[in-house]
């Protein structure tokens, strides 16, 4: 009964380095998403997939891209980290949002446990 | 002016009592709302929906007010394990303005 799925759990990169988030839902959801949660700060989206074959930017998208690899896969890449990327990153999922531009739907969201990422 | 805005907190209270949590949102278009819970360091839970005649789950009752743009969360015979952030979402859709915002959060503490 996994849910969402997000690996790795904790990461301590060095600046200019890259790496990718890995999350993956057993849920058959159409919607994936990530944000990031700062002190402070709400959560913030920073990229959606509606359905799968779709990604959009959410409210905080630079520095970084995504792939929706299939129905159950969206990875996130950081492509060259900043100090300002420092945040704990969750992944969630929804059932709704087929259509396109669909940042939410009316489905609640299911997170994964989270990342914490820390840039140096 | 935040699109969703929450009152931080913290909010500490006795065993027993009952508190609510207010949340204001500055769109008038918003469709859905939902309340989460996160607990320190762990991933946000969906807590509940709020629908606009109001809901219960036991111990909690969600309020919606459309004409003054806010929902509410109200907690009975608090526990010591409903301390956490409660997390007020609103989900606004239509054209290009899809979007989900979470507030900042309540912070609860039950106390013994």
């Known amino acids: 009964n996994a849910g969402v799925t997000q690996t790795p759990k904790f990461q301590v990169l060095k600046t200019g380095q890259s790496m990718t988030l890995q999350c993956a839902q057993d849920?058959?959801?159409?919607?994936m998403y990530w944000y990031r949660q700062d002190p402070g700060m709400g959560l913030r989206l920073i990229y959606y997939?509606?359905?799968?074959?779709?990604?959009d930017k959410g409210e905080v998208p630079n520095g970084y891209n995504v792939s929706r690899l299939n129905k159950r896969e969206f990875s996130l890449r950081l492509e060259s980290a900043a100090p300002s990327q420092t945040s704990v990153y969750f992944c969630?999922?929804?059932?709704?949002?087929?259509?396109?531009?669909?940042?939410?739907?009316?489905?609640?969201?299911?997170f994964g446990d989270g990342t914490r990422l820390s840039i140096l | 002016r935040k699109e969703v805005e929450q009152d931080p907190g913290p909010f500490n209270v006795p065993e027993g009592a009952t508190v609510a949590f207010n949340c204001t949102y500055s769109n008038s278009a918003s469709q859905s709302f939902f309340w989460y819970r996160q607990d320190c360091r762990k991933e946000p839970k969906l807590l509940m929906s709020?629908?606009?005649s109001g809901n219960e789950d036991g111990r909690f009752t969600a309020q919606l007010n459309r004409a003054s743009q806010y929902i509410s969360l109200l907690i009975r015979d608090s526990k010591l394990s409903d301390s956490a952030t409660y997390l007020c979402?609103?989900?606004?859709?239509?054209?290009?303005?899809?979007?989900?915002?979470f507030g900042t959060g309540t912070l609860l503490a039950v106390q013994p």
């Open positions: 997939s509606a359905s799968e074959g779709t990604t």
């Open positions: 969630a999922s929804s059932g709704g949002g087929a259509q396109a531009g669909w940042a939410g739907s009316n489905q609640p969201q299911h």
């Open positions: 979402v609103v989900n606004t859709y239509g054209g290009a303005t899809n979007k989900l915002i």
């Open positions: 709020v629908y606009s």
């Open positions: 849920m058959n959801h159409n919607s």
